[in-house]
T-cell receptor, first 114, second 111 residues
Framework: DTEVTQTPKHLVMGMTNKKSLKCEQHMGHRAMYWYKQKAKKPPELMFVYSYEKLSINESVPSRFSPECPNSSLLNLHLHALQPEDSALYLC?????????????FGPGTRLLVL | QKEVEQDPGPLSVPEGAIVSLNCTYSNSAFQYFMWYRQYSRKGPELLMYTYSSGNKEDGRFTAQVDKSSKYISLFIRDSQPSDSATYLCAMSGGSNYKLTFGKGTLLTVNP
């Protein structure tokens, strides 16, 4: 089963709100990722967790705060977002340490910031 | 020069046509090559994965990698309307967790 699940599917939030995106995988993968994707663009890497530790932060603004509670779960906490943060937020996972980097993506959360 | 170049199209073909999608790259360290299919408003779906040079076939899909030319291709035989999507090439050097994506090619297969 190569499934990554994400909730919610859609999210509308104001610039003063706090919300969280959730991601789950049960493939035994030890690397998990957050990407941001704008329309007609490829996914853009935000964060990488490897063995539940943050290993890559692509200079993402602090209004995005990732969390990895355990090896199957990944959260992205959102606070004081801007309208330009509206995008499709994708979670992905892969086996860690193989170098293969074959990443499996979830369906995404479509975020609209008003 | 971008690390990965992919013709964004759009590409429109009749049903049953053979489709060829291509990417070129400049980084010799890339060893792992992937093709993802992304339907509108959905997450990317891994279609094909190839390590180093060679061909790989899966049903109507064939992936080719030519490392000497730094060129990868995805062929779709007997294309179907359900193949209409954006196709993203992606590659990595295996030393970190980063994938480098092409811009994606939007394919429409007309019935």
């Amino acid at each position: 089963d190569t499934e990554v699940t994400q909730t919610p599917k859609h999210l509308v939030m104001g610039m003063t709100n706090k919300k969280s995106l959730k991601c789950e995988q049960h493939m035994g993968h030890r690397a998990m990722y957050w990407y941001k994707q704008k329309a007609k663009k490829p996914p853009e890497l935000m964060f990488v967790y490897s063995y539940e530790k943050l290993s890559i932060n692509e200079s993402v603004p602090s209004r995005f705060s990732p969390e990895c509670p355990n090896s199957s779960l990944l959260n992205l906490h959102l606070h004081a977002l801007q309208p330009e943060d509206s995008a499709l937020y994708l979670c992905a996972s892969s086996q860690a340490g193989t170098g293969a980097e074959t990443q499996y993506f979830g369906p995404g959360t479509r975020l609209l910031v008003l | 020069q971008k690390e990965v170049e992919q013709d964004p199209g759009p590409l429109s073909v009749p049903e049953g046509a053979i489709v060829s999608l291509n990417c070129t790259y400049s980084n010799s360290a890339f060893q792992y090559f992937m093709w993802y299919r992304q339907y509108s408003r959905k997450g990317p779906e891994l279609l094909m994965y190839t390590y180093s040079s060679g061909n790989k076939e899966d049903g109507r899909f064939t992936a080719q990698v030519d490392k000497s030319s730094k060129y990868i291709s995805l062929f779709i035989r007997d294309s179907q309307p359900s193949d209409s999507a954006t196709y993203l090439c992606a590659m990595s050097g295996g030393s970190n967790y980063k994938l480098t994506f092409g811009k994606g090619t939007l394919l429409t297969v007309n019935p």
